[in-house]
């Protein structure tokens, strides 16, 4: 081999004007270096971030007026539904209120996840012509997740101040207890992002299998996670079950520190945190180890 | 794909800025579907199960069934293909490298690797310095809202470089881009034109150490394509080592001060450029490996023995990509077949004979494919661990053609190749309880069929 080695003639330059030397080797990086190299990196989040909540609006003619419309008229008709005519409990708070709040911080998890596993196959047309680290990608799928969360929390906010004016009633816990809904948040999507360790890089192989099973798997995780429901409305006999769903606890942890109405039990916070931690641990080990060579199906 | 930082210290004064070590790269064909699937309903035309498991695990030893009757062929392309062998070299710092080769050689594939756009299969490549790639599409990483200022930050951002140093940096890209008068203006007003000029004054004024391009290296009019010359004439005296890749010789000629001449993925030759040039569009050239006698035995040009038809060569690697003559029992081997096929639609079909201790051991492909373009067509036999026994093989291939009249014979190599297999037990010191090898053994091999001009 060393035989083989060719060099050049005498260079013109004469020394490397850099001792910025980078070695590239078939094998993977390695998670801690990926995420050091993610956080080398970490300028480029916000131009990801960007470009995947401009998706929301793209193509289209009314151009981000969708961003409040798509959530509003499914609001309205969701909550017409589920609140108006079946008359889903609610805890004794407003069910749009309840319900807009639920679907917020739902859509904060789904989107991520969503957007997670697309990260790398929607970014192709960069990653075909320069070197990105995909782990800046998949942090950068928050971003339409959490513009979903904030819009329908805006939509919250206006059921809020309406019955604020007509019940006279507050159903908003301002305090410490929002802290609470915090921890809520960040557990939603540290899961939905260790999920997305695994997700985006089936999704990175070219064929739209991987999304769609997302998809469908969000969609029946919708109604088994109190989303639409308070735990409570569960028959008791379910609910131990129900606290093993690991969206269950976080779920329980917002409306309790938003509204003040919630089941927050510790076993289900233990649950959720060990999940998010087995899958995130092995989900870096899997993707440091697969996506590179999912690069060449791009 | 590692990517590492040594820990230790650097040595800057070191005057190669790229070293590049044994570096091969495999590529796969699309991702396999779940055929079988698709049986049942109006999607892909069916497949044979064979093809999708085989498509499914490249390692599966596909069973040889020489039942040729209602099989199906394999697409062609759907396959593993070699893009990059077992290349080494290395590029002194402030040298302009240009690298010429056919369509298929591998330029591109060696320029994604140094800029780490796909992982290497084997090998390493050592970078010293920051590293810019530079091209076409330079724009589509800005955006056109974005002020210029903000856009050259952006690309500093993917190129790795901090932003502040970027953007002392601003000025020199606004002046050399000629665009002082667009300075305080976004993106979207720059016509194509200036936008080309904007990118390549940011992509040269950030101060790369190496600069990778893809087939354009200048851009604009006369005007701004002579500055651009002049640059990167300036910046290679200062140490920039750029590596470029084009089918434009001239341009080649006129930057570089030394080439390297890919074929099939190796280095064909490397040295001066105007002797590179001339052995490029003489043509006729062959591998370094090939002209010591190491690959193939493939026939000269004009002088192809009638006797071997189609069948150009034949050659034992191991799964690392490199020719060998020597294979452990426990490890695995592939055997390429190169088959230049004339008049296409051909169906065909190879057989791979080994002659050893124990007799012959023939594989034959378990369907013929059909080439539905003439060309260049690389046939893999994939041999598992442990296939072959201690001892001297010598390899042939015989390639049959189908038409509607029946099977023929399209040509044979004989003796193309040979391979010492040794750790394994010999016939002589096998078990006596041990069966008997039949004189004339089939082997149960993975095969794989790809054009061999068409590599990405």
């Not at chain 1, 379910?238 to 109405?261: C, D, H, K, W």
């Not at chain 2, 055929?35 to 498509?55: K, Q, T």
């Not at chain 2, 434009?248 to 080439?259: G, P, T, V």
Request: glycine share 10%; net charge neutral; aromatic share 8%.
């Amino acid at each position: 081999m060393a035989d083989a080695l060719a060099t050049s003639a005498t260079p013109r330059g004469g020394t490397v004007r850099s001792p910025d030397t980078r070695v590239i080797r078939p094998r993977p990086l390695g998670p801690a270096r990926r995420v050091a190299e993610a956080w080398q990196y970490r300028g480029l989040a916000p131009f990801f971030a960007f470009d995947f909540a401009s998706k929301a609006w793209a193509n289209t003619w009314l151009g981000w007026w969708w961003v409040p419309l798509r959530p509003a008229l499914s609001i309205i008709v969701r909550v017409l539904v589920f609140g108006t005519i079946l008359r889903a409990p609610s805890g004794g708070v407003p069910y749009f209120i309840f319900f807009a709040l639920g679907v917020a911080f739902w859509e904060l998890f789904g989107v991520t996840w969503y957007f997670g596993t697309r990260s790398i196959e929607l970014s192709k047309r960069y990653l075909k012509r320069i070197y990105v680290p995909r782990l800046v990608l998949l942090t950068a799928s928050v971003s339409p997740g959490l513009m979903w969360c904030g819009v329908h929390l805006l939509i919250a906010e206006i059921g809020i101040f309406y019955y604020l004016a007509v019940d006279e009633k507050l159903y908003l816990n301002l305090g410490v207890n929002l802290l609470l809904a915090l921890v809520g948040m960040t557990l939603m999507v540290g899961l939905a992002l260790a999920l997305g360790l695994w997700s985006s890089v089936f999704g990175a192989m070219g064929v739209r299998d991987p999304r769609w099973i997302v998809r469908q798997i969000l969609h029946v995780w919708f109604y088994l996670t109190p989303v639409i429901y308070p735990l409570s409305a569960v028959p008791e006999r379910f609910q131990g079950v129900m606290s093993a769903n690991p969206l269950t606890a976080p779920m329980e942890m917002i409306r309790l520190g938003l509204v003040g109405y919630g089941d927050v039990r510790m076993s289900g916070v233990i649950i959720t945190l060990v999940t998010i931690l087995v899958i995130g641990f092995f989900g870096l080990r899997f993707f440091d180890s697969s996506e590179a060579r999912s690069l060449d199906e791009l | 794909m590692s990517c590492d930082r040594p820990d230790g210290p650097v040595n800057a004064s070191a005057a190669l800025a790229i070293e590049v070590e044994g570096l091969s790269k495999r590529y796969r064909g699309h991702r396999p579907r779940l055929a079988w699937l698709s049986r049942f309903g109006p999607g892909d035309e069916p497949r044979r199960r064979d093809d999708a498991v085989a498509d499914l695990d490249d390692d599966v030893v596909g069973s040889l069934d020489d039942d040729d009757e209602g099989e199906t062929a394999p697409p062609v392309g759907d396959q593993l293909v070699w893009a990059l062998r077992d290349l080494s070299f290395g590029v002194a710092a402030g040298t302009t490298l240009g690298v010429i080769g056919a369509n298929g050689s591998g330029k591109s594939t060696l320029l994604r690797v140094l800029t780490r756009l796909t992982p290497p299969t084997t090998g390493t490549v050592i970078l010293r310095g920051r590293v810019a790639p530079l091209v076409p599409s330079l724009p589509g990483l800005m955006q056109r809202r974005n002020s210029l200022e903000r856009n050259v930050a952006q690309v500093a951002r993917f190129y790795g470089i901090p932003v502040d140093e970027a953007l002392s940096r601003v000025d020199a890209v606004v002046e050399f881009a000629e665009l002082e008068e667009h300075a305080d203006e976004p993106a979207a007003a720059l016509s194509r034109g200036e936008m080309q000029r904007f990118a390549f004054a940011t992509a040269v004024k950030l101060n790369p150490d190496i600069l990778i391009a893809d087939e354009t290296i200048v851009v604009g009019d006369h005007h701004f394509q002579q500055r651009c010359r002049e640059e990167l004439g300036r910046q290679a005296q200062q140490g920039l080592t750029v590596v470029f890749a084009t089918h434009q010789l001239d341009l080649i000629e006129e930057l570089c001060d030394e080439a390297l001449l890919l074929d099939a993925g190796r280095i064909v030759e490397r040295g001066a450029t105007a002797e590179i040039i001339r052995q490029y569009t003489q043509g006729g050239y062959r591998t370094k490996a090939q002209a010591a006698g190491r690959i193939g035995d493939e026939p000269e040009s004009g002088a192809a023995d009638v006797g071997n038809g189609p069948v150009r060569s034949a050659r034992m690697y191991s799964t690392t990509g490199r020719p060998i003559t020597d294979l452990h029992h426990s490890e695995e081997a592939v055997v390429e077949i190169v088959l230049e096929l004339p008049e296409a639609p051909a169906t065909v079909r190879c057989t791979l004979a080994l002659r050893g201790p124990a007799g012959i051991r023939r594989a034959a492909q378990p369907a013929p494919f059909t080439a539905t373009e003439p060309g260049r067509y690389l046939v893999s036999a994939y041999l598992p661990a442990g296939t072959l026994e201690s001892g001297t093989y010598s390899g042939g291939v015989v390639a049959l053609g189908f038409t509607s009249e029946g099977r023929h014979q399209l040509g044979a190599l004989r003796d193309a190749f040979s391979v010492d297999v040794f750790g394994g037990t010999t016939r002589a010191s096998a078990s006596a309880d041990a069966p008997a090898w039949p004189e004339k053994r089939q082997l149960a091999l993975s095969w794989s069929v790809a054009r061999s001009d068409l590599v990405p």
